[in-house]
């Protein structure tokens, strides 16, 4: 027999989720009250990992840089499919080997038309 749960027995855990939200509230403030308020032009500056800055950051460059990130993170993640199938791979059956023969050849199709249309080409 399971007993029922009441409001009473969620008191603690509300209690405990006022008190980090309090927590956290007082601490912004109180960094914003009584913290520094030097402006300096040298603060108000972009900081890039100690190199200055230097000219617009709005530059146009190649598009693929995009692409080959979105390219890797797209293959990269299929491979995330390979583990539990790899790990499973007794219990699928032949069943599971065919399936995953039919999911990497759509990999497979979908590299050589990335290939086909050239998005790999630097020149």
């Known amino acids: 027999m399971q007993a029922q749960s009441t409001a009473q027995d969620f008191i603690p855990i509300i209690f405990q989720v006022i008190v980090a939200l309090g927590f956290v509230v007082v601490t912004l403030f109180a960094t914003h009250l009584l913290g520094p308020k030097r402006k300096t032009k040298d603060k108000l500056t972009s900081f890039e990992s100690g190199v200055e800055v230097i000219g617009n950051a709005r530059q146009p460059f190649s598009i693929k840089y995009f692409l080959v990130a979105i390219l890797f993170v797209l293959f990269d993640v299929e491979v995330i499919f390979m583990y539990p199938w790899a790990v499973n ?26 290939l086909k249309k050239k998005a790999l080409d630097w020149h």
Not at 89 to 114: A, D, K, S
Request: net charge negative; hydrophobic share 60%.
């Open 89 to 114: 791979f007794r219990e699928l059956g032949w069943n599971g080997i065919i399936e995953m023969f039919i999911f990497m050849g759509t990999l497979l199709l979908g590299f050589i038309y990335v």
